[in-house]
């Protein structure tokens, strides 16, 4: 059956009803005496079967269909008696999926039939169901009929009970929009391709009042000015008008997009000083594929009528107050949203688990929920997420081990779980990805040796595992890692010596090594131009020997150099002219350092050559309590120790 015939059905159907209704009120029914007369008992008889039948056939429409909405079998009349019309209105308006062409077709009433002579039958004459539509002109009528939809929304979101106090968005945004039945350019409650456009006016007021829009950043419309221009909100103008183009450092965007159809199709809210709960009247913007709401205040729970979104694809309110659970069973269950690739919920106050159900996002990129409360541990369906690039749950109170199956996300680049309470050993498979450029660790319980095949890494930047419990020595197979920027394997347990191999890492620019149990020499190799970007080398309390190395002031951009608290002896090397000119911090304290300070690494002090930066000098230079020499002696030192 085409969509245009089904719509035709559904079509009279309604106005069948609306039909029957006013006929019933206006006759006193009472049905059951509840919701205002908007219970009906419907009786039927043999004629009224056979005129239904009649003008179904008259217009190609289907009997299943028609008999389904317009006038049920025997068998399901007793079930009918109790229906709410509103919802099987609503339930018609769902199952028509309203062809946005369809229009209400006003269809001449049938010829009536003869004035009965006195020899004929006494019998009342067949009265036509025919609906008769009410004048769609008439204000009372467009009232009536956005009421009713509006209360159908309101049940299918569960607000109805707000629809009662007259301070809620939803009784704002109804009594906004039923003054537009008096408008120059009146709404239009009787088009089909009109109603579900209606809703999601409907919904967008609902946001507007629910949200602080009078006091948004852009598109407020404080008193709802009809007249309002382009961009405002809440205006007499299409919605899709109220969206302004936004310029920022991200690029531009546009506030409200709509489809060709009109249906909303991306809201772009970011940092508009939104105030306020996300309604669950969201849910009437079945087509819309993004919804952004970032840099806001948001408050309150997510409404589980993000379900209804089917075609959602992203999904973005991060930095709000938002609480309550973060994934629910309506979008993130085993019937949730199938579509969506980027679901960015960090830095707010949510609270749950991650569900096994979270397999079923297959086609996610981005999984952001940072900053949060979840508790529980990483499912293992988390291996069914191959499209997804970006996983970040740091900050959390997040257990257990990583799951093996992390290793089938091919296309991660980036992920980030620190300061949670994750234990047991990095799998081997984790190293599958290759594609992983910043993989964030630190602050868990993590145990074990760092795997060798850290090496196949080769688009590795960022490598932080620290403050854990991690043993072993430190694979050579860093040095494959030529794109590793920042290396952080410090506060951990850590054994055996530095590799040399960390000489070829050309790209480093941050290595800390400190709080570790690091023996054997410091490695020529960190110093030097073969390491030009290196600016940040923390060596730090371990148990280092040997001296310094003699090129250690030949890293040309080296920032801060930290070897205290170690084991190191011999003096501190001279430097040459040119050298440490970027140096900041050098710590050589708590070592078996003697001698004195050359006149080289003072003239970097304090700028007393041109260029010089080095403003903390740590040394052994504080004579010992019972009297004597100092173990170095340095007068350019800023703290000395004993």
Known sequence: MSGRLRGKAILLAIA???????????????????????????????????????????????????????????????????????????QMNVEMNLDMSMSFVQTPAPTPPPTPSPTMSTEAPSVSTMPTLTDCTNPGTCENRLRDQIFAVSVRMGTTDALDDPNSPQSLARDWILEECDAVIPIDPCTASQLLLNEQRYGLAVMYFGLGGDSWNVGANPGQDAAAEKGQWMSGLNYCEWGSEITGTGGSYFQLVCDESGNVLNLNLQSNNMVGQIPPEIGVFFAMTSYISFFNAQTGSLPTTLGY???????????????????????????????????????????????????????????????????????????????????????????????????????????DCEDNQ?????????????????????????????????????????????????????????????????????????TGTIPTEFGTMESIDFISLESNLLTGNIPSELFGTNLAGLRILYLNDNQLSGTIPDNYGSSPRLKDLWLSDNLLTGSLPIISEGEFLFLEELLINNNDITGVVDESVCLVRNNTIPGGQLGVFHADCQPPPNGGEPQIQCSCCTACFV
């Open 422 to 494: 994750i234990v047991g050993t990095l799998p081997e498979e984790f190293f599958s990805n290759v594609e992983l450029e910043e993989v964030i660790l630190k602050t868990n319980s993590i145990s074990g040796p760092i795997p060798s095949m850290v090496g196949d890494l080769s688009k590795l930047n960022t490598f932080w595992v620290s403050f854990n419990q991690i043993s072993g020595t430190i694979p050579s197979t860093f040095g494959n890692l030529v794109n590793l920027q920042e290396l952080e394997l410090q506060s951990n347990r850590l």
């Open 309 to 415: 979104i089917l075609p959602l694809e992203t999904f973005d309110v991060e930095s709000n107050n938002l609480e309550g659970p973060l994934f629910q069973p309506e979008y993130a269950g085993p019937d949730g949203l199938k579509e969506i690739k980027n679901f960015r919920a960090s830095l707010n106050n949510f609270v749950g688990t991650i569900p096994a159900e979270i397999g079923q996002w297959t086609k996610t990129e981005n999984l952001w929920f940072a900053d949060n409360q979840i508790t529980g541990t990483i499912p293992s369906e988390i291996g069914t997420l191959v499209e997804m690039g970006a996983f970040l749950f740091y900050k959390n109170q997040i257990s257990g081990t990583i799951p093996p199956e992390i290793g089938n996300l091919n296309k991660l680049t980036w992920i």
């Open 16 to 90: 069948a009803l609306w039909t029957c209704a006013a006929a019933a009120k206006d006759a006193g029914a009472s049905g059951d005496g509840g919701g205002g007369g908007l219970r009906r008992k419907r009786t039927t008889d043999k004629k009224q079967t056979q005129q239904h039948r009649r003008l179904t056939e008259a217009n190609g429409v289907d009997q299943e269909l028609a008999s389904r909405f317009f006038l049920p079998s025997t068998k399901a009349q007793a079930e009918l008696d109790e229906i709410d019309m509103r919802e099987l209105l609503f």
